[in-house]
């Protein structure tokens, strides 16, 4: 710069005062500042404060006043006869920078005073709001940029985050399961008509028995648990869906009703160790669940006659009047032996023979030799049941005889007609118990318990084999490695049967060798037959061997029951 202010001086000697040069209107404004100085030191020293706005302001057009009036001089010095030209360019541009500069800052003011008081209506330039409108947009767009999470909230987005993964995960096996079954039930649907043919022979109308189904699975259980790890990778989906559409269609085979079961009562629930008890000193233990679904009919556990059988001949104690009976125990005893008859005079077979069953209920009802008359119409039906009632009652000179509709009534409390539950309700465990005869040692029961060396296994065993029949997951039977521990269970849901009764296949057996009151040994109860229970029991002579006792054996203390 000092080169070129002696260069200029050396070409143009002539030249005494440049800044004669100047515009007018540039050296009015500077003597304007010079006097405005004076003025904003008096405000600010008065106790004024700008705004960090304004007062960025001001030093810049200080800043620029002090540039223009330098290069003023500087140019009126240095500049030849074009200096008044340039001074004149360099005093425009000054002057437009100024005017965008007060702009901005009436817009700013604008945007200040609008936030503030919300309600004053501030007009501005067009020129200016285009100003402002664009410089809030900047100021929007850098915001995000200034937010910072805090390390509680990251952790608290990822535990969020993976919570959502888990929920959409588990939302996805759901609608697996639910295709599968889906599946399944289609399968067994398209199942039915030929199924037809498996259970109607020929033109004799032969039904395949449930012993031969249940046989058959059975056999197939143990086939396929010799089959080893294919079974626990895979084959086991295959035999629960081929399980579930063998018990579909047997369902619909035994029964041609289509009612659900409805819950018992817990005054109906509180009688079944009496119920038990009388069921098997008449021979027919496995009939438990139709007893209950007669009483839920007649009184729903309550009150004192509670089988409404004061009218049966079996009724010694109490007048044969609707109602006498006034001794609960004596009412279930007299129940079940009554219908222990019906159930002889019908020639039922098993729980699941629905037909002989339900014209063994509705005997129960009737009486009076209905039985023997429907046998000779071809056993029970609704419209029998109706044509039967009606005789009785214009015989009688009565208005109505009994329920025609007693079964269906009967039938929304029972759930044992179905021979997918009896598989999984006795059946399956027996089936599993079975398949691990001949086992040594017992390191694949009590391993899988959780142990590190042998112990004593027998009730390994049974856990093992509750476990493999979906009998724990349910919460029908207890995991349990001490035999003490199985008796408090079963006890406790009461569904213990005392020792000295006849048993149902499925069923725990708990043995007391000591007869000290505590149980020391634990098997599972194949069959009962001919006064004899046969047991299925790990840890016997440590090996998994079948076993047989007496009914009466005095060191057998109860059974465990899983429906």
Same mark, same amino acid.
């Given at each position: 710069?000092?080169d070129?202010k002696e260069?200029?001086?050396?070409?143009?000697?002539?030249i005494?005062?440049?800044?004669a040069r100047?515009?007018k209107? !540039?050296?009015?404004?500077?003597v304007? +500042?010079?006097?405005e100085?004076?003025?904003e030191?008096?405000?600010?020293s008065?106790?004024?404060?700008?705004?960090?706005?304004?007062?960025?302001?001001?030093?810049?057009?200080?800043?620029?006043?002090?540039?223009?009036s330098?290069?003023?001089?500087?140019?009126?010095?240095?500049t030849?006869q074009?200096?008044?030209?340039? #001074?004149?360019v360099?005093?425009?541009?000054?002057?437009?920078?100024?005017?965008?500069?007060e702009?901005?800052?009436?817009?700013?003011?604008?945007?200040e005073?609008?936030?503030e008081?919300?309600?004053?209506?501030?007009?501005?330039?067009?020129?200016?709001?285009?100003?402002?409108?664009e410089n809030?947009?900047r100021?929007?767009?850098?915001?995000?940029?200034?937010?910072?999470?805090?390390?509680l &909230?990251?952790e608290k987005?990822k535990?969020q985050?993976?919570m959502?993964?888990?929920q /959409?995960?588990?939302?996805?096996?759901a609608?697996?399961?639910?295709?599968?079954?889906?599946?399944?039930?289609?399968?067994?649907?398209?199942?039915?008509?030929?199924?037809?043919?498996v259970f109607?022979?020929?033109?004799?109308?032969?039904?395949?028995?449930?012993?031969?189904i249940?046989?058959a699975?059975q056999?197939?259980?143990?086939?396929?648990e010799? /089959?080893?790890?294919?079974?626990?990778?895979?084959?086991?989906a295959?035999?629960?869906?081929f399980?579930?559409?063998?018990g579909?269609?047997?369902?619909?085979a035994f029964? &041609?009703s289509?009612?659900?079961?409805?819950s018992?009562?817990?005054?109906?629930?509180?009688?079944?160790?009496v119920?038990?008890?009388?069921?098997?000193?008449?021979?027919?233990?496995?009939?438990?669940?139709?007893?209950?679904?007669?009483?839920?009919?007649?009184?729903?556990?309550?009150?004192t006659?509670?089988?409404?059988?004061?009218?049966?001949?079996?009724?010694?104690?109490?007048?044969h009047?609707?109602? &006498?009976?006034?001794?609960?125990?004596?009412?279930?005893?007299?129940?079940?032996?009554?219908?222990a008859?019906?159930?002889?005079?019908?020639g039922?077979?098993?729980?699941?023979? /629905?037909?002989?069953?339900?014209l063994?209920?509705?005997?129960?009802?009737?009486?009076n030799g209905?039985?023997?008359?429907?046998?000779?119409?071809?056993?029970?039906?609704?419209?029998?049941?109706?044509?039967?009632?009606? +005789?009785?009652? #214009?015989?009688?000179?009565?208005?109505?005889?009994?329920?025609?509709?007693?079964?269906?009534h009967?039938?929304?409390y029972?759930?044992?007609g179905?021979?997918?539950?009896? !598989?999984?309700g006795?059946?399956?465990?027996?089936?599993?118990?079975?398949?691990?005869?001949g @086992?040594?040692?017992?390191?694949?029961?009590?391993?899988?318990y959780?142990?590190?060396?042998?112990?004593?296994?027998?009730?390994?065993?049974?856990?093992?084999?509750?476990d493999?029949?979906?009998?724990?997951?349910?919460?029908?039977v207890?995991?349990f490695?001490?035999?003490?521990?199985?008796?408090?269970w079963?006890?406790?849901k009461?569904?213990?049967?005392?020792?000295?009764?006849?048993?149902?296949?499925?069923?725990i057996?708990?043995?007391?060798?000591?007869?000290?009151?505590t149980?020391?040994?634990?098997?599972?109860?194949?069959?009962?037959?001919?006064?004899?229970?046969?047991?299925?029991?790990? @840890?016997?002579?440590?090996?998994?061997?079948?076993?047989?006792?007496?009914?009466?054996y005095?060191?057998?203390m109860?059974?465990?029951?899983s429906?």
């Amino acid at each position: 710069m000092r080169d070129i202010k002696e260069r200029v001086r050396d070409k143009n000697p002539k030249i005494r005062n440049p800044a004669a040069r100047l515009p007018k209107e !540039l050296v009015r404004q500077t003597v304007l +500042e010079a006097k405005e100085k004076p003025r904003e030191l008096h405000e600010k020293s008065s106790g004024q404060s700008d705004s960090p706005t304004q007062y960025g302001t001001e030093k810049i057009e200080s800043v620029q006043y002090r540039v223009a009036s330098v290069a003023g001089k500087t140019i009126g010095k240095t500049t030849y006869q074009g200096g008044k030209k340039l #001074a004149g360019v360099t005093y425009r541009k000054i002057k437009e920078r100024k005017n965008r500069q007060e702009e901005v800052k009436v817009a700013e003011e604008a945007m200040e005073q609008g936030a503030e008081s919300g309600k004053k209506l501030i007009k501005l330039k067009p020129e200016q709001a285009a100003l402002a409108k664009e410089n809030g947009k900047r100021q929007v767009k850098a915001a995000p940029r200034v937010v910072k999470v805090s390390g509680l &909230s990251q952790e608290k987005i990822k535990t969020q985050a993976s919570m959502q993964k888990q929920q /959409m995960e588990k939302s996805l096996q759901a609608m697996q399961k639910a295709r599968a079954v889906q599946m399944a039930r289609k399968s067994a649907q398209a199942s039915t008509e030929s199924g037809k043919a498996v259970f109607q022979v020929t033109g004799k109308g032969s039904k395949l028995s449930v012993q031969g189904i249940t046989a058959a699975i059975q056999k197939g259980g143990v086939a396929l648990e010799k /089959m080893g790890k294919w079974i626990a990778a895979g084959g086991g989906a295959f035999l629960l869906v081929f399980i579930l559409i063998v018990g579909i269609i047997a369902g619909a085979a035994f029964s &041609s009703s289509s009612e659900s079961s409805e819950s018992l009562s817990e005054e109906v629930l509180a009688y079944t160790s009496v119920i038990q008890q009388y069921a098997s000193q008449y021979g027919i233990p496995e009939y438990v669940s139709a007893i209950q679904a007669i009483m839920m009919q007649e009184s729903g556990g309550r009150g004192t006659d509670l089988m409404q059988c004061s009218e049966s001949p079996y009724n010694t104690r109490f007048p044969h009047t609707p109602g &006498s009976i006034t001794d609960p125990d004596y009412s279930i005893e007299v129940g079940v032996q009554t219908f222990a008859d019906c159930i002889s005079q019908a020639g039922c077979s098993s729980p699941q023979d /629905m037909d002989k069953l339900k014209l063994a209920w509705q005997g129960y009802n009737y009486g009076n030799g209905y039985i023997g008359w429907a046998l000779q119409r071809g056993g029970y039906t609704e419209a029998n049941a109706l044509q039967f009632s009606q +005789e009785q009652a #214009a015989s009688h000179g009565w208005s109505s005889y009994g329920d025609p509709e007693y079964v269906p009534h009967v039938m929304r409390y029972y759930s044992g007609g179905s021979l997918f539950a009896d !598989l999984f309700g006795n059946q399956q465990i027996v089936s599993v118990a079975m398949g691990q005869i001949g @086992n040594s040692g017992g390191q694949k029961f009590w391993s899988w318990y959780g142990f590190d060396s042998h112990v004593e296994w027998c009730a390994c065993f049974v856990s093992w084999c509750a476990d493999q029949s979906g009998l724990i997951e349910s919460g029908k039977v207890p995991k349990f490695s001490l035999c003490s521990s199985g008796v408090t269970w079963f006890q406790g849901k009461n569904k213990w049967q005392s020792g000295g009764t006849t048993p149902s296949a499925g069923m725990i057996i708990f043995f007391d060798w000591d007869h000290d009151g505590t149980s020391d040994h634990v098997g599972i109860v194949e069959k009962c037959e001919g006064g004899r229970v046969y047991t299925i029991e790990g @840890n016997s002579s440590d090996q998994v061997r079948q076993r047989n006792y007496e009914v009466d054996y005095g060191a057998i203390m109860g059974y465990g029951r899983s429906w």
